[in-house]
């Protein structure tokens, strides 16, 4: 597969060096821009895979951009330029980057960086990836998916935290209908959930991702990819979006980002 890349540097010289650097590797330069806004715009239109971007611009730095493009499609490599060693640390820790090019580079270290990109890409060969870090959301392809039934995607997190654990329905009644009785109106308010995510996911054809039976369903956990999980497979959290947030839309969450919040405080001082 050919990463569809933007190249965001104001010094003409490192875009046309680097694209020159680049030929025959598996990308496909989609665009260089010198203005951050001009390459977010395109982003906003354009399905874009890796991003290259220099710390330093004038418009908007890197760091913006980055965050912003991220926001447009959680799954797209970022990959920072900069000719400042000092930017290093932060370019890896601070900016959550998935790896650097130190400025001046040449051929190998153009090739190491590609390499690590299209290793960086595998992981998001699934076609389906949720975002936990912050506000809870999922994606079909890089698209937003919509939900008109708001029930049946807190009932599709609940199922995510529980990291592909069976969640019966009492437990989704308790969590869901707050102080409802556990009768078979409440029952029947959780089966319409029910119902709804396996039509929702029927017509994106990702049905294989959930699964439910009399009295219970879980999340097909090996079928997506989700940054929480990332975590619990042992990624440093240090290297995430995480910054203190996790799943803002549904107050039960708050257990779960505790114990995150307590593993970011330990790892910064490792």
Known sequence: MR?????????????????LECKNNDIELMGEFDNAARALSFAEKNRIDLALLD??????DGIMLGRKLKEINPDMIVIYITG??????????DLKADYYLLK??????????????KCLSARF????????????????????LEFKNQKAKELFALCIDSAGGEVTMKKVVEKLWEGRNYDDKVKRLY??????????FKQYDV???FSNSRGSCHVNREEIFCDYYE????????????????????????????????????????
Request: contains cysteine; aromatic residues 12%; charged residues 30%.
């Open 55 to 60: 710390v330093k611009m004038p418009d908007m």
């Open 125 to 144: 060969n699934k076609r389906v990836t949720v975002k936990t870090f912050g506000y809870f959301d999922i994606f079909v392809d890089g698209m937003l």
């Open 3 to 19: 990463l569809k890349t933007i190249l965001v540097d104001d010094e003409l010289w490192s875009m046309k060096q680097f694209e």
């Open 231 to 270: 975590v619990l497979d042992g990624k440093n959290i240090k290297e995430t979006l995480f910054d203190g947030r996790y799943m803002t839309n549904y107050s039960w969450s708050e257990e779960t980002c505790g114990k995150l919040c307590r593993m970011a405080s330990i790892q910064l001082y490792e």
């Open 207 to 209: 049905e294989n991702i």
């Open 191 to 200: 089966r319409k959930a029910l119902t709804y995510l396996n039509t929702l």
């Open 104 to 117: 001046p580079y040449n051929k190998t270290d153009v090739e190491q960086v590609l390499e690590r990109a």
């Open 84 to 93: 400042y060693d000092e930017y290093i640390k932060e370019a890896i820790l």
